[in-house]
């Protein structure tokens, strides 16, 4: 992909996904009854992205792996249309509330829908944004864990393609620090979404808050697209070495997933058939190996990332992949990868 390229950032709508996916027969389940908590999925219905609610989800998570319950990430969904600005994403959780009582009546099947809930508030706000959290978790019905704020952020065309423009290094900024206090205040985690040259003002921000607990999301947003496109020997030392440094912070657990989006550059959404899970677990190897050796398997949890990961592979491949990349593991390596972590840190009911 060239510097100015930035076909590697456009994402299809679930519709032309489904299509796409459907060239290539779904694969059965590795291990089949190994529990495992997806602690990182959105619900939206947005004119590009599409439709993806509960339906779309239990189609997706139906293909045979073991989905005892799962966390919802914010993603913009439903924020209230009035109102005070600083309030509105509290609708957010209001309608994966709903969701989540929806699934809890078990008419849906046996997974725990959002059983955790990370919703978003404007932690500029400084500690002002009390005020909405505390909202947020009497919407939450006592699912809200958290926050996640995104600060994706790049001065190249990388930078144009985010959810939500955000000036650099905001980890660093006082008054967002004077916000995230309150998370800790109130027994709140805090999911950073960030590009990997953005680390080390995480690993600033991890120091600073030691009793906060800070998951990483998508093993650090590694980039592979624009001007990052073919350098993964310059990227990954530098990568490798914060998530290190991230690693020596006790309050710090890592998400192992994310790898499907587009901006890691491997291509697959330009494919003519989606790979199988042998490839993408190649594929992923130099990624989640490193995450594993830094924060041992008690500090890291596997994600789906769905729908965003669904631009590289079907449900049932990422797990499966997943699996391939774990065969080697013990029992209780496998529970805290799969389960244990995620249980630990979003205080989920342990399979």
Known sequence: MAQGDYRGLIHRNDADLAQWLARRPGEAALEPELPIIDP????????VRGLYFLPELLADIGGGHNIVSTVFLECQAMFRADGPVEMRPVGEVE??????????????GKTRVAEAIIGWADLMLGARVREVLEAEIT?????????????????????????????????LDPKFREGFAELGKLGLTFDSWHFHPQ???LVDLARAFPETTIIVDHVGGVLGVGPYAGKSAEIMPAWRKSIGELARCPNVVIKLGGLGMTSFGFGFHERDTPPGSQELADTWRPYIEPCIEAFGPARCMFESNFPPDKQSCGYAELWNAFKRLTANASADEKRALYSGTAARVYRMIAP
């Open 40 to 47: 990182h999925h959105h619900l939206w219905h947005t004119d």
């Open 95 to 108: 309608f994966v509330t709903g969701i989540a009582a929806q699934s809890a009546s078990g008419q849906y």
């Open 139 to 171: 919407a939450g019905g006592g699912r809200f864990r958290g926050v996640r704020y995104g600060t994706s952020w790049d001065a190249s065309i990388v930078g144009q393609h985010v959810s939500r423009p955000i000036p650099p290094h905001r980890l």
């Open 199 to 201: 680390l080390p003002d």
